[in-house]
């Protein structure tokens, strides 16, 4: 002999089940705001910190709470944030910058073959002679000695010093993308950018770690 369910208490299970299946996600969804809000803290405490302890960074925070460290090297400015919609992975710190060296470089140094849907197809691949560097990026340019002299010791060795460094220069741009986290940005960091900056972007030959 079959037992029928009756349909209210079906009905009454399934409203309980939803209901509690509801709370979790409000639960949820209150741990995750507040893992953010703690973790904006510490990160805006951090760049406050490394603006006011340096003369060459000012930090800026938008209407919507989105953080820009601007920086000067050299007389040429960047901007370090991860708001750079289609060129970093989410949560990624990225630094943007206008080229004053002229004739501006069109060079992509990329990791692996697998270049971004924004950057530029170069139509040369040229090496450094510098091994390390050499083994782990290709450098795509369309003018080789161009790219050669902007691509100095000094940027070289700060693009290795980067995690998940990645550099885009054309249109006059120049984009450098990172694997970084905002609450990994350190005083260390902030010089390799420096290098990469000042040896790609600003004008003349010599570019120093930290000047």
């Not at 460094?165 to 350190?186: I, N, Y």
Request: glycine residues 8%; proline residues 4%; charged residues 25%.
């Amino acid at each position: 002999m079959h037992r029928t369910v009756d349909p209210t208490n079906l009905l009454l299970v399934l409203a309980v089940i939803a209901a509690f299946g509801v709370a979790a996600a409000l639960v949820i969804r209150a741990l995750e705001r507040r893992e953010h809000r703690a973790l904006d803290g510490y990160v805006l405490a951090l760049w406050e910190a490394l603006a006011l302890a340096r003369q060459d960074l000012r930090l800026e925070v938008n209407e919507r709470g989105e953080r820009f460290l601007h920086g000067t090297v050299r007389a040429q400015r960047y901007t370090l944030s991860t708001a750079a919609p289609g060129r970093v992975e989410s949560g990624a710190v990225g630094i943007t910058a206008r080229i004053q060296r002229d004739p501006a470089p069109r060079v992509v140094v990329w990791a692996t073959s697998d270049l971004p849907a924004w950057a530029p197809r170069l139509p040369r691949k040229v090496t450094t002679g510098h091994d390390e560097f050499d083994q782990i990026f290709t450098v795509h340019t369309d003018d080789e000695a161009l790219a050669l002299a902007t691509l100095d010791v000094g940027v070289r060795e700060a693009l290795l010093g980067i995690p998940g460094a990645g550099l885009v220069c054309d249109d006059g741009k120049l984009t450098l993308v990172t694997s970084l986290e905002e609450r990994q940005v350190d005083a260390e960091f902030v010089d390799q950018v420096r290098a990469v900056v000042s040896g790609v972007c600003a004008p003349g030959e010599v570019s120093m770690m930290g000047n």
